[in-house]
């Protein structure tokens, strides 16, 4: 089957194309991150790991820096590593702690601490869901159950990787109602290895399909999966999501994922039947 590339075709509204080369369907594989690319439960990370990560070096007497200084630094190698097991940002703040003369606890200290305080947040969120206090559409990325439908229904096979720990993925998952879709095919690192990498699970899956450059298609808000992605010869579209609740680009994730090679950005999937009939070439 060859593959179409379409130059001229502009996407719908709402829809950036950043790579006028992209090449579009059909796919025969789509790969989705998870945190803030179907799920917001976990909103509102980033602050929680970086306040975490400069409380501790202002403790330690480590950071001369003024406290906008200083969060800027840690936000750029937290976000940078945005995708990679949680452990990676962790051993990545140990080598921090040590680089300013401290001496480091180890990454899973850190880990633990960390996820203290997420779950202080997480927590109340899944006694919601669970309790239906709060419905699945509420903390999902606007209209993600509709994109993996629709998808499905094209008889695309759907993968799941994440970097957050595989128990909580598919406990997640599961309040959010998009765990069934991609039946077995939920990847992350089991107690948080930090050996689980995207590029594998992506390795795996192109060559248990046999897949052909430009036949799998990937959606994520992350620099690891981008990457990943691109380098096996497949279409990224970044999910540049916002907080629960608001609308429109996150700047800065639309920033990273641009520089990480994304051929589209989107804020969401609000217009997903438009994007996937572009993508598809159809009509």
């Known amino acids: 089957m060859k593959l179409q590339t379409r130059n001229s075709d502009r996407p719908p509204p709402g829809v950036e194309l950043l790579n006028p080369r992209v090449r579009r369907g059909p796919f025969r594989a ?11 439960i ?10 975490m990560m400069t409380d501790r070096l202002r ?14 630094l ?24 040590e680089a300013r003369g401290g001496a480091p606890d180890t990454p899973a200290a850190y880990l633990r601490e960390y996820l ?8 109340g969120r899944w006694d919601a869901l669970a309790s239906g206090r709060a419905t699945a559409a509420e903390w999902v990325v606007p209209n993600a159950h509709a994109v993996l439908a ?7 096979p759907l993968y799941l990787a994440s970097g957050t720990d595989l128990a909580a993925v598919r406990h997640e998952a599961g309040l959010l ?52 992605v691109k380098r096996a010869g497949g279409v990224m579209v970044g999910v540049a999501s916002v907080e629960h609740g608001q609308t429109g680009v996150e700047p800065g994730k639309r920033a990273r994922l641009a520089a990480a090679g994304a051929d589209l950005i ?13 993508l598809w070439g159809d009509g």
């Open 116 to 123: 203290d305080r997420l779950m202080a947040v997480v927590g």
């Open 42 to 51: 976990r909103e509102g990370w980033p602050r929680v790991m970086v306040g």
């Open 150 to 156: 629709n998808l499905a229904g094209r008889g695309v």
């Open 59 to 72: 403790a330690l007497g480590l950071a001369p820096e003024p406290d906008e200084e200083l969060w800027g």
């Open 30 to 40: 789509a790969l989705f991150d998870f945190d803030g690319t179907l799920s917001l």
């Open 177 to 228: 109602g998009v765990l069934t879709p991609f039946g077995r095919h939920v990847y992350a690192p089991a107690d948080n290895d930090p050996t689980f990498t995207k590029g594998q699970v992506v390795d795996d899956l192109v060559r248990s399909l046999g897949l052909r450059p430009g036949e799998l298609l990937g959606f994520g808000d992350g620099v690891a999966e981008c990457y990943e």
């Open 266 to 278: 989107v804020p969401d999937y609000r217009d997903q039947e438009a994007l996937i009939a572009w």
């Open 74 to 97: 840690v936000e750029r190698f937290v976000m940078a590593l945005n995708g990679h097991p949680t452990a990676v940002q962790m051993a990545r703040f140990a080598d921090e702690v």
